[in-house]
């Protein structure tokens, strides 16, 4: 298999992102044996990636349908455990992936596709508003685009079935990548770096009102590094799945002093200072929003502000920071979709 499919952008332990009302557990031993090494879609609009083979695991991870996923292999012939492009490897039942191969993925890369635009939407058996449900479409998945048909866009799911969506829900993946302003190059101007910035707090604030949901990473639910990396997504970047190796990357910013060098679309990261006895513990993440303002979940997706005396205080200390924007595509763990391999 093709490696440039898996972002090999950090070798950290992966650690769980906690709420501030969650205790953050120690992750499931992953499985050392690779004799599989297969390659799959996922197939629903939100398959659930769980940390040991059982419905009563705790939930790991979510990947949208459509993305492509390594498989290891598979548990009692119903289990079985994948890795997403950013290196989490978790547990799906199989109906939740399709098996593909490696030409099969290549000429995918090549094939025109739709991608989900809609916080929500149905793929139908007809053209119709009436008709049958083939399943749900969450923002940001993909699905291979056949044709138009008045109001309705045809397409082919990943399990293979043919299906109808509203057009107005979906958009040419190429365009929509290549459309993504948020993702400048180093050196920018600052007009086009500002435009970025405000990208990324208008997706954000869009989820405001989301309930928190441990490893969450859709609309249907987010926690707070999957807030961060879903946000980031749906404007063109990949980022790591955990606070815990989210605070690694990009370029650092110092927050030792306060916030004054911080700059709207930065992430902002909690958890315990390291003393004498304990290491530094990284346990969640925010989106830094300027004037003091944060927007991260923690109970639900909401505004918070972080100056002592304001209704909305968050009482939190900020220990680490550091800025994605323009940070992209030159080894510091960030990754624009265009040039990240996987999906072209």
Request: hydrophobic share 35%.
């Given at each position: ?37 297969g390659l799959a879609f996922a197939a ?110 045809e397409v082919d799911l990943p399990t ?121 513990r990284i346990t969640h993440v925010a ?58």
């Open positions: 298999m093709k490696k440039s499919l898996f972002l090999l952008l950090c070798a950290a332990l992966v650690l769980g992102c906690a709420s501030p009302e969650k205790k953050v557990q120690d992750p499931a031993p992953q499985p050392e044996r690779e004799d599989e090494n629903l609009s939100v398959i659930n990636m769980r940390e040991d083979p059982a419905y009563s695991a705790e939930l790991g991870t979510q990947a949208l349908m459509g993305t492509p996923v390594k498989v290891h292999y598979h548990d009692n012939d119903y289990w079985v455990n994948i890795e997403t492009p950013d290196g989490y490897k978790a547990w799906v039942n199989e109906m939740a992936i399709v098996p593909i191969d490696q030409a099969r993925l290549d000429t995918w890369k090549e094939t025109p596709r739709r991608i989900v635009t809609n916080y929500y939407t149905f793929f139908l058996d007809a053209p119709t508003p009436d008709a049958n449900h083939v399943s749900d479409g969450v923002w940001g998945d993909i699905v291979e685009y056949v044709g138009t048909t008045g109001k309705y866009t293979g079935r043919r299906a109808f969506v509203p057009t107005a829900d979906v958009t040419d993946l190429r365009t929509w990548v290549d459309s993504r302003a948020a993702v400048v190059p180093a050196g920018a101007p600052q007009r086009d770096v500002e435009k970025a910035r405000q990208l990324i707090l208008e997706t954000a604030k869009t989820f405001v009102g989301v309930p928190y949901l441990w490893a969450g990473t859709s609309i249907k639910g987010v926690d707070c590094s999957g807030f961060a990396k879903t946000v980031y997504f749906l404007n063109g970047y990949m980022l790591l799945r955990n606070a815990s190796q989210q605070y690694k990357t990009g370029e650092p910013v110092d927050v030792s002093e306060g916030l004054d060098k911080l700059q709207p679309a930065d992430l902002v990261f909690f958890g315990r200072e390291a003393t004498e006895d304990k290491p530094e989106i830094y929003m300027g004037d003091g303002k944060i927007i991260h979940s923690s109970q639900v997706v909401r505004i918070n502000s972080l100056i002592e005396g304001e209704p909305d205080y968050y009482s939190r200390k900020v220990i680490r920071a550091c800025r994605i924007i323009g940070q992209q595509d030159c080894g510091k763990g960030v990754v624009s979709i265009a040039k990240s391999g996987v999906y072209f």
